[in-house]
């Protein structure tokens, strides 16, 4: 046992590894992300550093003071059950903002999508303005553009899914278009709806889940609603580290959307007058978490250097370096959240 170090794989199994084998990790999970998106690897002092959080034997650790970035959460209202706290939406703020250190919320509806959300979200206002008295953090309202809703059986388009093996096309690709229209109307309407009774921001979160036709939905709702309400905050929030090309040939301002990586994905949003951006580096469950953990600080820290808006990281459940599981170690979200934040300077997780 002596001069093991105890760690976990990105599936969450617990895992014993030597030096040896942890910087190894450390330095293939970085080559791995920095080949595929064409970025720098890190350097041999930022691999030491990681490697020395991993190498502590603290149950918690933290960053250093003066190095503190803002902590923020998506689907709060949701995530209080898994916890087996059964709370109402109210509570559950209340909860992350007063116990869990928050310091900007969301609120969220179970249906975490605007297209369930347009015909209730006149439902949504009293609760959201009951809120507002209740907090002192900035209370943002979250949901995803979830364009697969708006493709047939449970939306008003044809299905992309049944057309491509049909070989057809250029169908498919019309079915996306038909799609995004759908989706940055209900969009835009329930985004201005929530703004106008109150809401300090607007997140669109897991963007990109159905590939690029869902990054340029939106993409033009953040352009209607910056258009609509200047100072209104946007928080995006990707899906992946890199967007999926569903459709393939979508561009948006003239760059091509699929394929792009998180250090393009955030200067195409910011252009389009996104406040906030969330990168998303997936988890490779096979691999350990000191490998995943130096993945998505490379491509992180490339993306928060092509930033002038505020990058904040999405490091959860999959994401960020964690492992895939519901309930997260709280050791392992201590050392990569600390990782994440002293080399990457970012500013917010």
């Known amino acids: 046992m002596m001069g093991k170090i105890i760690s976990r794989m990105g599936s969450g199994e617990i895992v014993e590894l030597s030096d040896t084998e942890l910087m190894s990790d450390i330095k293939k999970g970085s080559e791995d992300i920095a080949e595929n998106a064409g970025i720098p690897t890190l350097s041999e002092d930022e691999e030491k550093h990681i490697f020395d959080i991993f190498k502590s034997h603290n149950k918690m650790t933290g960053v250093e003071k003066g190095?503190?970035?803002?902590?923020?959460?998506?689907?709060?209202?949701?995530?209080?059950?898994?916890?087996?706290?059964?709370?109402?939406?109210?509570?559950?703020?209340?909860?992350?903002?007063?116990?869990?250190?928050?310091?900007?919320?969301?609120?969220?509806?179970?249906?975490?999508?605007?297209?369930?959300?347009?015909?209730?979200?006149?439902?949504e206002v009293p609760l959201l303005e009951q809120a507002q008295f209740l907090l002192v953090a900035p209370l943002l309202y979250g949901a995803m553009p979830n364009l697969g809703l708006y493709t047939r059986p449970d939306g008003p388009a044809p299905n992309p899914a049944e057309l491509l093996p049909q070989g057809k096309i250029a169908e498919a690709r019309q079915a996306y278009a038909e799609a995004i229209d759908f989706a940055v109307n209900d969009i835009v309407f329930v985004a201005s709806v929530l703004y106008e009774a109150g809401a300090d921001g607007i997140n669109l979160d897991t963007v990109g889940a159905s590939g690029d036709p869902d990054f340029k939905a939106a993409l033009i709702a953040t352009e209607k609603l910056k258009k609509k309400y200047p100072d209104i905050c946007i928080e995006?929030?990707?899906?992946?580290?890199?967007?999926?090309?569903?459709?393939?040939?979508?561009?948006?301002?003239?760059?091509?959307?699929?394929?792009?990586?998180?250090?393009?994905?955030?200067?195409?949003?910011?252009?389009?007058?996104?406040?906030?951006?969330?990168?998303?580096?997936?988890?490779?469950?096979?691999?350990?978490?000191?490998?995943?953990?130096s993945r998505a600080i490379t491509l992180t820290k490339a993306c928060v250097q092509e930033s002038n808006i505020p990058v904040h990281a999405n490091m959860g459940m999959g994401v960020g370096g964690l492992p895939i599981c519901e309930i997260l170690p709280s050791d392992l979200v201590s050392m990569c959240s600390k990782a994440m934040v002293e080399i990457t300077r970012l500013d917010g997780l």
């Not at 990586?261 to 949003?269: D, F, T």
């Not at 350990?288 to 953990?293: D, G, I, K, M, R």
């Open 67 to 123: 190095l503190e970035v803002i902590m923020t959460y998506d689907g709060p209202t949701s995530e209080i059950r898994r916890l087996g706290i059964n709370s109402g939406r109210l509570d559950a703020l209340q909860i992350f903002e007063r116990c869990f250190g928050s310091d900007t919320i969301e609120m969220s509806h179970v249906d975490y999508s605007y297209k369930p959300l347009k015909p209730i979200v006149y439902e």
């Open 236 to 293: 995006m929030g990707m899906a992946g580290e890199f967007v999926l090309g569903m459709h393939g040939e979508i561009e948006h301002a003239g760059q091509r959307l699929a394929g792009s990586y998180a250090q393009e994905q955030v200067k195409i949003a910011q252009d389009s007058g996104v406040t906030i951006f969330g990168p998303a580096v997936n988890t490779v469950s096979k691999e350990s978490v000191p490998w995943n953990l």
